[in-house]
């Protein structure tokens, strides 16, 4: 149900659309689904709650983005919208490839395309340039503005957005083990700071320029020249600053002394090396 | 009985740079990439100080609203860079001997880092040009530039001082946990029986310096934050702010960042000199002495710059005298006198790495003078807005703080390649010295001659100064290229040098 908003207050109503609800459900039922069964190849995924958790977590943040009233006002304030797409790239995405990429189990033997697709595609510069570019574009004048005055261009913007961040958090995020996973401290320390500075510059622009970038602002009902600006001002700034704490409590947890998967917190080596050992107590003759 | 100097129980061998089976090359990386990333945004920084030197000279013309956000770029950055560069010198140090977490030393410099991107985009995309010191109420109310970017400015010194802290905090647990308490890092049983407990290890210089150096940095980060409360509060319009509590909150917290990386670069060379003259630098009871002073005399010296200030109480202005000849003695002395201790007779081969370290012992004697003559009372009334305040800091950082750095980064990179600086790198040190002490001679002149500081635009009869310098600067440049392309050359050796086949990739 869509409310039209009032000249000047928020609208605290969720906005549900049927497509993205059903999206979501099906998502969450096919992970459930694949959780109980013990992933998409069970005999060597190694799932555990943390998992379901993060990937329940992850939607929970789709809808919350999408559909509570920071979507719902996305068309009317810069700032909400700017909300909605930090939940999706630098909370939703992480969460999703956390709770998502175990359960394709061991990705090393996972089919050979498939296999060549994933390391293309999530190689740090590919998933970085992917990323930034997607980031980039879509905040340009033309194409923001494109996608304000069409649902379904929206619709693929978010999209763009979330699958550019799923691929770089892939590298930070996932099992010690899976294709693209980034090593070193270095190399993490580097591929952080600068997918920071990269979305910490397009938040200044955005926050320090003079005039308004996205006309369609000027449009809604009760919106004046100042504040238009303001709004754009404060949507920079929610752009900027709880990324750099993002990017600082990522570095936290991604850069790390052992071999362990970082943000998901893992145990997988050990689990694995738990589950052969039992595999081969099974097999092993003499007992 | 054992006199007041004699010798103490330290450790009396040369500490190599790298522990046994390389079991510190986690946190030797790490340290390589503060002191790196340090130095490199220096020669970019340095870049920008060249373009101001060469408006001031008239030689090409800065709009005056981008004079002070490249002179507030400059300023903030080579605090932070110069400090970054220092730290990571002082955590290789120290892993030699005592088990320094990798992964908070990349955790504090990914905070210093984002604090440093915030500095670039206010100053550079934001107009932000109130200056490094933000001192209150101009960052709120300047009309060039946006209410968000003093916030912006106000955010990144916020991690910049979190960064600071989770060092300084991870350095001191560190410390305190291999010697059994803070006390005994700071060797203050053996300090106040004047030298005759002798019952437990000493800690070696590099440890007692850089657990002054983490109480002093967290008592800076704590001014940082509470400085930036208020202007927070500020900014949201919630309350007004005592001009005068702020302006001593950011002083004690800037002017003690800045204190504090000369103060660590020079803790560096009692690291690395040693290991070029053959002779171990022990920790005797002059030495615990005089660092142990620093903790107090560093926090009591900011004062001399609110000399102007005639509501601040007598009391901190005397204090503020005091303290700045009082923290210069010390250090100084034992430094110095211990550093040419070591030179004397030695053999050492003048290689780049101890030519640098020993250039910045002059350096930082040289800018100590200015310092001094500055913290005067009625010199300052005369001198302070003048551009003797900044060649004195410029002495103490160009030819101290970051010739020591640059002299320590040589010595790691010669443990890490087990490979000798050429001796032809003589000769770029010869260039940066010539080249840095002319440009700051020619700053000291300036000043001499009341040429104010902080002027975007400068009268003809002031330009010759500068232009003077200007052929000083190009010569440092130059010897700063070739430092770097020394480097640059050698650096992925000393990299590879760290790691043991255990370690982490």
Redesign the interface.
């Known amino acids: 149900m869509t409310v039209a908003p009032g000249p000047s207050g928020f609208v605290w109503e969720w906005e549900w659309e049927l497509p993205l609800l059903a999206s979501l459900v099906v998502s969450e039922v096919a992970y459930v689904a694949c959780w109980f069964r013990g992933g998409l190849a069970p005999q060597h995924a190694h799932l555990a709650w943390k998992h379901l958790a993060a990937f329940t977590a992850g939607l929970v943040i789709i809808v919350i983005a999408l559909a509570s009233p920071i979507g719902a006002n996305d068309e009317r304030l810069l700032s909400m919208h700017m909300v909605a797409h930090d939940l999706l790239i630098w909370v939703a995405a992480p969460l999703l490839v956390m709770g998502g990429v175990p359960l394709l189990g061991d990705t090393i033997r996972l089919p050979r395309y498939l296999r060549r697709a994933l390391e293309l595609l999530t190689s740090p510069i590919v998933a970085l340039l992917v990323s930034t570019s997607l980031l980039w574009v879509w905040h340009a004048p033309a194409a923001f503005d494109r996608a304000l005055a069409s649902e379904s261009v929206h619709v693929v913007e978010h999209l763009c957005f979330l699958i550019g961040y799923l691929l770089y958090w892939w590298p930070l995020v996932v099992q010690p083990e899976a294709i693209g996973r980034l090593?070193?401290?270095?190399a993490r320390?580097v591929y952080?700071?600068v997918g920071?500075?990269q979305s910490?510059?397009l938040s200044?622009?955005i926050?320090?320029h003079g005039t308004v970038l996205y006309t369609t602002y000027l449009h809604v009902p009760g919106a004046t020249l100042d504040s238009a600006l303001a709004d754009q001002?404060l949507a920079?700034?929610l752009m900027?600053?709880p990324g750099?704490v993002i990017?600082?409590l990522a570095?936290?947890l991604a850069?790390?002394?052992n071999?362990t998967s970082p943000l998901a917190g893992s145990t997988v080596s050990t689990r694995q090396r738990d589950h052969e050992k039992a595999a081969a107590a099974r097999t092993d003759p003499v007992q | 009985m054992a006199s007041a100097f004699a010798v103490p129980p330290s450790p009396p061998a040369i500490t190599p740079l790298l522990a046994p089976d390389r079991a510190n090359g986690a946190a030797l990386r790490a340290a390589l990439a503060y002191v790196v990333g340090g130095l490199g945004t220096f020669l970019l920084l340095g870049l920008l100080g060249l373009l101001m030197r060469l408006d001031q000279g008239g030689l090409i013309v800065i709009p005056a609203a981008w004079f002070y956000r490249i002179m507030t770029l400059h300023g903030a950055g080579m605090v932070a860079t110069i400090l970054l560069a220092a730290l990571g010198g002082l955590a290789a140090a120290v892993s030699a001997t005592t088990h320094l977490n990798a992964r908070v030393l990349w955790i504090a410099l990914i905070l210093q880092l984002t604090g440093t991107s915030f500095v670039i985009l206010t100053t550079l995309v934001g107009g932000f040009g109130a200056g490094w010191t933000v001192l209150y109420p101009l960052p709120g109310h300047g009309d060039i530039w946006p209410l968000s970017a003093a916030i912006a400015m106000y955010v990144g010194y916020l991690f910049l001082a979190l960064g600071l802290l989770v060092y300084c905090l991870h350095m001191l647990y560190a410390l305190a946990r291999a010697h059994g308490g803070l006390t005994n890092v700071l060797a203050l049983r053996y300090l106040f029986s004047f030298g005759r407990d002798t019952r437990r290890t000493l800690p070696r210089p590099p440890e007692l310096i850089a657990a002054v150096i983490s109480i002093d940095g967290i008592a800076a980060a704590a001014a940082g934050i509470v400085y930036l409360i208020p202007m927070f509060a500020h900014a949201a319009g919630v309350t007004s702010v005592d001009a005068l509590f702020a302006k001593n909150a950011v002083l004690l917290f800037g002017h003690t960042m800045a204190n504090l990386s000369i103060y660590v670069t020079a803790g560096l060379v009692y690291a690395a000199l040693p290991s070029f003259t053959g002779r171990p630098w022990r920790t005797t009871w002059a030495v615990v002495c005089a660092w142990d002073l620093i903790i107090i005399l560093m926090l009591a010296n900011y004062s001399h710059h609110l000399y102007a200030d005639f509501a601040q109480p007598l009391g901190l202005q005397l204090l503020g005298e005091l303290g700045s000849y009082a923290v210069a003695l010390p250090s100084f002395i034992v430094t110095v006198v211990g550093a040419l201790t070591q030179i004397y007779r030695s053999g050492i081969r003048w290689t780049i790495a101890p030519t640098l370290l020993l250039l910045g012992i002059w350096g930082w004697v040289l800018g100590g003078i200015g310092a001094v003559l500055d913290a005067t009372i009625p010199v300052n009334q005369v001198m302070h807005n003048t551009m003797w305040v900044p060649a004195h800091f410029h002495t103490y950082y160009l030819l101290g703080a970051v010739a020591f750095a640059w002299g320590y980064l040589f010595y790691m990179v010669r443990e890490l390649t087990a490979d000798r600086n050429p001796r032809m790198l003589r000769v770029a040190a010869w260039m940066y010295g010539i080249g840095g002490a002319g440009f700051i001679f020619m700053l000291f002149v300036a000043g001499g001659n009341s040429v104010p500081r902080r002027y975007a635009v400068h009268l003809p009869q002031w330009q010759v100064y500068a232009r003077i310098a200007v052929p000083f600067v190009i010569l440092l440049a130059l010897g700063l290229a070739w430092f770097s392309w020394d480097l640059g050359t050698r650096f992925l050796a000393a990299w590879r040098g760290t790691q043991s086949a255990a370690s982490e990739p």
């Open positions: 090593r070193g401290h270095l320390a952080l700071v920071m500075m910490a510059l200044a622009l926050m320090f001002r920079g700034a900027w600053y750099a990017f600082a570095a936290a850069i790390r002394e071999r």
